[in-house]
Protein backbone atom coordinates (compact mmCIF):
# COMPACT_ATOMS: atom_id res chain seq x y z
CA UNK A 1 0.00 0.00 0.00
CA UNK A 2 3.04 2.49 1.07
CA UNK A 3 4.70 1.32 -2.67
CA UNK A 4 1.38 2.30 -4.21
CA UNK A 5 1.24 5.85 -2.42
CA UNK A 6 4.92 6.90 -2.96
CA UNK A 7 4.17 5.89 -7.27
CA UNK A 8 0.91 7.75 -7.02
CA UNK A 9 3.13 11.17 -5.52
CA UNK A 10 6.12 10.46 -7.75
CA UNK A 11 3.40 10.24 -11.14
CA UNK A 12 1.79 13.46 -9.75
CA UNK A 13 4.92 15.15 -9.25
CA UNK A 14 6.33 14.02 -12.87
CA UNK A 15 2.89 15.23 -14.77
CA UNK A 16 3.39 18.88 -12.28
CA UNK A 17 6.72 19.23 -13.68
CA UNK A 18 5.92 18.24 -17.32
CA UNK A 19 3.22 21.28 -16.98
CA UNK A 20 5.89 23.53 -16.13
CA UNK A 21 8.49 22.72 -18.94
CA UNK A 22 5.84 23.04 -21.47
CA UNK A 23 4.52 26.40 -20.28
CA UNK A 24 8.68 27.44 -20.02
CA UNK A 25 9.12 26.16 -23.07
CA UNK A 26 5.70 28.41 -25.19
CA UNK A 27 7.10 31.50 -23.23
CA UNK A 28 3.75 31.70 -20.79
CA UNK A 29 6.03 32.05 -17.64
CA UNK A 30 6.82 36.13 -18.52
CA UNK A 31 11.03 34.53 -19.60
CA UNK A 32 11.72 34.76 -23.29
CA UNK A 33 11.37 31.12 -24.83
CA UNK A 34 14.74 29.78 -26.12
CA UNK A 35 15.02 27.73 -28.73
CA UNK A 36 18.44 26.01 -27.24
CA UNK A 37 16.97 22.92 -25.44
CA UNK A 38 17.36 23.34 -21.74
CA UNK A 39 18.34 21.21 -19.37
CA UNK A 40 14.92 19.45 -16.93
CA UNK A 41 17.42 21.78 -14.37
CA UNK A 42 17.92 24.67 -15.62
CA UNK A 43 13.48 24.94 -16.76
CA UNK A 44 13.23 24.08 -12.78
CA UNK A 45 15.38 26.62 -11.32
CA UNK A 46 14.03 29.29 -13.88
CA UNK A 47 10.28 28.89 -13.01
CA UNK A 48 11.50 28.87 -8.91
CA UNK A 49 12.72 32.57 -9.74
CA UNK A 50 9.60 33.62 -11.45
CA UNK A 51 7.92 32.31 -9.11
CA UNK A 52 10.11 34.06 -6.28
CA UNK A 53 9.87 37.41 -8.80
CA UNK A 54 6.16 37.15 -9.02
CA UNK A 55 5.88 36.98 -4.98
CA UNK A 56 8.14 39.73 -4.57
CA UNK A 57 7.01 42.69 -6.65
CA UNK A 58 3.57 42.65 -4.75
CA UNK A 59 5.21 43.78 -1.59
CA UNK A 60 7.42 46.37 -3.23
CA UNK A 61 4.28 48.02 -4.86
CA UNK A 62 2.73 47.61 -1.21
CA UNK A 63 5.23 49.96 0.02
CA UNK A 64 4.82 52.25 -2.49
CA UNK A 65 1.40 52.56 -2.19
CA UNK A 66 2.06 53.51 1.48
CA UNK A 67 4.45 55.57 0.98
CA UNK A 68 1.12 57.52 -1.47
CA UNK A 69 -1.07 56.98 1.10
CA UNK A 70 1.14 59.30 3.61
CA UNK A 71 1.82 62.20 1.45
CA UNK A 72 -2.18 62.53 0.56
CA UNK A 73 -3.27 62.20 3.74
CA UNK A 74 -0.91 64.01 5.50
CA UNK A 75 -1.80 66.75 2.88
CA UNK A 76 -5.74 66.04 4.58
CA UNK A 77 -3.84 66.63 7.87
CA UNK A 78 -2.17 70.24 6.47
CA UNK A 79 -5.61 71.17 5.35
CA UNK A 80 -7.88 70.21 8.49
CA UNK A 81 -4.91 71.63 10.93
CA UNK A 82 -3.38 74.70 9.24
CA UNK A 83 -3.42 77.22 12.38
CA UNK A 84 -5.54 80.39 11.88
CA UNK A 85 -4.67 83.79 13.27
CA UNK A 86 -6.80 85.28 16.12
CA UNK A 87 -7.55 88.70 15.89
CA UNK A 88 -8.80 89.55 19.03
CA UNK A 89 -6.56 87.33 21.39
CA UNK A 90 -2.83 87.17 22.88
CA UNK A 91 -0.92 83.71 22.88
CA UNK A 92 0.99 82.72 26.32
CA UNK A 93 2.89 79.86 27.07
CA UNK A 94 1.39 77.72 29.72
CA UNK A 95 3.45 74.77 32.10
CA UNK A 96 6.99 73.97 31.18
CA UNK A 97 9.96 75.61 30.16
CA UNK A 98 10.04 72.47 27.74
CA UNK A 99 8.32 69.51 27.65
CA UNK A 100 5.03 69.84 29.22
CA UNK A 101 4.17 73.39 28.02
CA UNK A 102 1.77 74.35 25.43
CA UNK A 103 0.79 77.73 23.74
CA UNK A 104 -2.87 78.78 24.13
CA UNK A 105 -4.81 81.90 23.66
CA UNK A 106 -5.37 83.58 26.75
CA UNK A 107 -9.31 84.34 27.89
CA UNK A 108 -10.45 86.57 30.32
CA UNK A 109 -13.19 83.26 32.18
CA UNK A 110 -10.63 81.82 34.19
CA UNK A 111 -13.56 80.20 35.98
CA UNK A 112 -14.18 77.03 34.18
CA UNK A 113 -12.90 73.81 35.47
CA UNK A 114 -9.98 72.43 33.38
CA UNK A 115 -9.54 68.73 32.61
CA UNK A 116 -6.20 67.18 31.98
CA UNK A 117 -5.30 63.49 30.86
CA UNK A 118 -2.34 62.29 30.82
CA UNK A 119 0.01 63.56 33.95
CA UNK A 120 2.93 61.32 33.87
CA UNK A 121 5.67 62.99 36.32
CA UNK A 122 4.71 66.49 35.20
CA UNK A 123 1.84 69.20 36.26
CA UNK A 124 3.18 72.49 35.53
CA UNK A 125 0.42 72.81 33.22
CA UNK A 126 -2.11 71.78 35.43
CA UNK A 127 -0.05 74.35 38.58
CA UNK A 128 0.00 77.28 36.22
CA UNK A 129 -3.63 76.86 35.35
CA UNK A 130 -4.73 76.43 39.01
CA UNK A 131 -2.95 79.73 39.41
CA UNK A 132 -4.89 81.30 37.44
CA UNK A 133 -8.22 80.27 39.01
CA UNK A 134 -9.53 76.79 37.48
CA UNK A 135 -10.21 74.33 39.65
CA UNK A 136 -8.17 70.75 37.79
CA UNK A 137 -9.13 67.56 37.42
CA UNK A 138 -6.23 65.33 36.62
CA UNK A 139 -6.50 61.79 35.19
CA UNK A 140 -4.16 59.15 34.80
CA UNK A 141 -4.33 55.43 35.81
CA UNK A 142 -0.19 55.27 35.31
CA UNK A 143 0.31 57.05 38.16
CA UNK A 144 -0.52 58.04 41.96
CA UNK A 145 -1.59 62.09 43.28
CA UNK A 146 0.89 64.00 42.23
CA UNK A 147 -0.11 66.58 44.65
CA UNK A 148 -2.40 65.39 47.31
CA UNK A 149 -1.98 68.49 49.68
CA UNK A 150 -3.19 70.88 46.84
CA UNK A 151 -7.07 71.15 47.09
CA UNK A 152 -7.30 73.45 43.68
CA UNK A 153 -6.35 69.84 41.45
CA UNK A 154 -8.56 66.80 42.45
CA UNK A 155 -7.08 63.65 40.69
CA UNK A 156 -8.30 60.61 39.47
CA UNK A 157 -6.86 57.16 38.72
CA UNK A 158 -8.64 56.22 35.70
CA UNK A 159 -7.17 56.93 31.86
CA UNK A 160 -9.43 57.85 29.17
CA UNK A 161 -10.86 55.80 25.77
CA UNK A 162 -13.01 56.04 23.59
CA UNK A 163 -15.16 53.23 25.49
CA UNK A 164 -15.31 52.04 29.35
CA UNK A 165 -13.71 49.31 30.32
CA UNK A 166 -14.85 46.07 31.76
CA UNK A 167 -12.41 46.85 35.12
CA UNK A 168 -13.53 50.55 35.15
CA UNK A 169 -9.96 51.39 34.70
CA UNK A 170 -10.23 53.51 31.70
CA UNK A 171 -13.60 55.76 31.06
CA UNK A 172 -14.94 57.52 28.37
CA UNK A 173 -15.01 62.05 28.41
CA UNK A 174 -18.78 61.77 28.71
CA UNK A 175 -18.82 59.41 31.63
CA UNK A 176 -16.17 61.85 33.76
CA UNK A 177 -18.61 64.77 32.62
CA UNK A 178 -21.44 63.42 33.96
CA UNK A 179 -20.11 62.58 37.27
CA UNK A 180 -18.41 65.42 37.93
CA UNK A 181 -21.79 67.65 37.25
CA UNK A 182 -20.44 69.37 34.14
CA UNK A 183 -22.20 67.46 31.76
CA UNK A 184 -24.42 71.09 31.33
CA UNK A 185 -21.10 73.37 31.29
CA UNK A 186 -19.87 75.29 28.02
CA UNK A 187 -16.52 77.02 29.19
CA UNK A 188 -14.38 73.73 30.02
CA UNK A 189 -10.78 73.59 29.11
CA UNK A 190 -9.05 70.31 27.76
CA UNK A 191 -5.85 69.05 28.14
CA UNK A 192 -4.78 65.52 26.52
CA UNK A 193 -1.67 63.75 26.13
CA UNK A 194 -2.60 59.91 26.40
CA UNK A 195 0.07 58.23 23.99
CA UNK A 196 -1.99 57.45 21.21
CA UNK A 197 -5.28 57.24 23.10
CA UNK A 198 -6.74 60.53 21.51
CA UNK A 199 -8.00 58.65 18.40
CA UNK A 200 -10.38 56.57 19.76
CA UNK A 201 -11.50 58.98 22.44
CA UNK A 202 -11.88 61.85 19.72
CA UNK A 203 -13.20 59.73 17.25
CA UNK A 204 -16.19 58.12 19.07
CA UNK A 205 -16.48 61.48 20.98
CA UNK A 206 -20.59 63.01 20.93
CA UNK A 207 -20.84 66.18 19.04
CA UNK A 208 -22.16 68.07 22.37
CA UNK A 209 -19.71 67.15 24.58
CA UNK A 210 -16.48 68.24 22.68
CA UNK A 211 -18.58 71.35 21.96
CA UNK A 212 -18.65 71.98 25.98
CA UNK A 213 -14.47 73.16 25.73
CA UNK A 214 -13.75 76.94 24.86
CA UNK A 215 -10.31 75.71 24.40
CA UNK A 216 -8.48 72.12 23.86
CA UNK A 217 -4.77 71.09 23.72
CA UNK A 218 -3.81 67.88 22.69
CA UNK A 219 -0.96 65.86 21.69
CA UNK A 220 -1.62 63.75 18.18
CA UNK A 221 0.41 60.38 18.24
CA UNK A 222 1.77 58.45 15.16
CA UNK A 223 0.83 60.72 12.46
CA UNK A 224 4.18 59.07 10.90
CA UNK A 225 1.77 55.80 10.19
CA UNK A 226 -0.96 57.60 8.14
CA UNK A 227 0.02 55.48 5.33
CA UNK A 228 -1.55 52.83 7.00
CA UNK A 229 -5.31 52.39 6.07
CA UNK A 230 -5.67 51.31 9.49
CA UNK A 231 -4.49 54.04 10.95
CA UNK A 232 -5.78 56.77 8.79
CA UNK A 233 -9.63 54.99 9.18
CA UNK A 234 -9.15 55.72 13.04
CA UNK A 235 -7.46 59.54 12.27
CA UNK A 236 -9.66 61.04 9.78
CA UNK A 237 -12.88 60.95 11.84
CA UNK A 238 -10.79 62.25 15.22
CA UNK A 239 -9.76 65.35 13.23
CA UNK A 240 -12.67 66.28 11.86
CA UNK A 241 -14.72 66.00 15.08
CA UNK A 242 -12.05 68.39 16.46
CA UNK A 243 -12.51 70.76 13.47
CA UNK A 244 -16.21 70.93 13.79
CA UNK A 245 -16.51 73.15 16.25
CA UNK A 246 -13.09 74.41 16.70
CA UNK A 247 -10.50 76.18 14.82
CA UNK A 248 -6.71 75.51 15.05
CA UNK A 249 -4.56 78.23 16.67
CA UNK A 250 -1.29 76.95 17.32
CA UNK A 251 0.84 73.91 16.48
CA UNK A 252 4.69 72.75 17.45
CA UNK A 253 6.18 69.29 16.47
CA UNK A 254 7.49 67.76 19.48
CA UNK A 255 11.22 66.40 19.07
CA UNK A 256 11.16 64.03 20.91
CA UNK A 257 9.53 61.66 18.07
CA UNK A 258 10.77 61.45 14.39
CA UNK A 259 9.74 63.02 11.24
CA UNK A 260 8.94 61.96 7.68
CA UNK A 261 9.33 63.68 4.66
CA UNK A 262 6.19 64.96 2.95
CA UNK A 263 6.13 67.37 -0.34
CA UNK A 264 9.90 67.94 0.90
CA UNK A 265 9.38 69.18 4.16
CA UNK A 266 9.73 67.51 7.52
CA UNK A 267 6.41 66.29 8.69
CA UNK A 268 6.64 65.37 12.43
CA UNK A 269 5.43 61.90 14.18
CA UNK A 270 4.18 63.73 17.31
CA UNK A 271 2.22 67.21 16.80
CA UNK A 272 1.07 69.66 19.96
CA UNK A 273 -2.35 70.96 18.77
CA UNK A 274 -4.30 74.24 20.02
CA UNK A 275 -8.42 74.99 19.25
CA UNK A 276 -9.87 77.46 20.16
CA UNK A 277 -13.74 77.29 20.20
CA UNK A 278 -15.90 78.56 16.89
CA UNK A 279 -17.71 81.09 18.93
CA UNK A 280 -14.30 82.57 21.30
CA UNK A 281 -12.76 85.12 18.93
CA UNK A 282 -11.77 86.51 15.48
CA UNK A 283 -9.96 84.58 13.19
CA UNK A 284 -8.15 85.52 10.12
CA UNK A 285 -5.54 83.87 7.86
CA UNK A 286 -2.30 83.58 9.87
CA UNK A 287 1.04 83.99 7.68
CA UNK A 288 3.75 83.02 10.83
CA UNK A 289 6.08 80.11 10.62
CA UNK A 290 6.26 77.43 13.18
CA UNK A 291 7.76 77.26 15.74
CA UNK A 292 7.62 81.16 17.04
CA UNK A 293 9.08 82.46 19.79
CA UNK A 294 6.91 81.17 22.59
CA UNK A 295 7.33 77.58 21.26
CA UNK A 296 10.52 75.73 22.97
CA UNK A 297 12.12 72.27 22.05
CA UNK A 298 10.31 68.85 24.04
CA UNK A 299 13.73 67.83 24.52
CA UNK A 300 16.25 71.15 24.06
CA UNK A 301 19.31 68.40 23.29
CA UNK A 302 17.61 68.19 20.04
CA UNK A 303 16.84 70.93 17.68
CA UNK A 304 13.67 71.76 16.92
CA UNK A 305 11.25 70.72 14.33
CA UNK A 306 10.69 73.17 11.32
CA UNK A 307 7.18 73.53 10.45
CA UNK A 308 6.90 76.24 8.37
CA UNK A 309 3.22 77.50 7.95
CA UNK A 310 2.24 74.47 8.05
CA UNK A 311 0.18 74.58 4.95
CA UNK A 312 0.49 72.55 2.02
Known amino acids: MLTGCVSSVAGFLQIQFDDYTRNLCK ?11 MRPKSLFNQRIRALFHRRVRPLYHKGTRRKLRLQKNAMHVLDLLHPRAVTNGRFARVGSQFDGGYVMVEQARTDGAAYSFGIGGNIDWDRHMADAGHTVFQYDHTVRDPAPDDSRMVFFPFGIDGHRSMDGRMRTLEDLLRS ?49 KRDWRKVEPALRAMTLNHVPVHIH ?60
Not at 27 to 37: A, P, T
Open 27 to 37: GRSGFQSSSVR
Open 180 to 228: NGHQTCDDLILKMDVEGSEWPVLSTIGEGTLAQFTQIVVELHGLAKLGS
Open 253 to 312: GNNCSRTVEVNGRPFPNVLEVTLLRKDQAVFADRYCSFPTELDAPNDPNLPEIILGRFVR
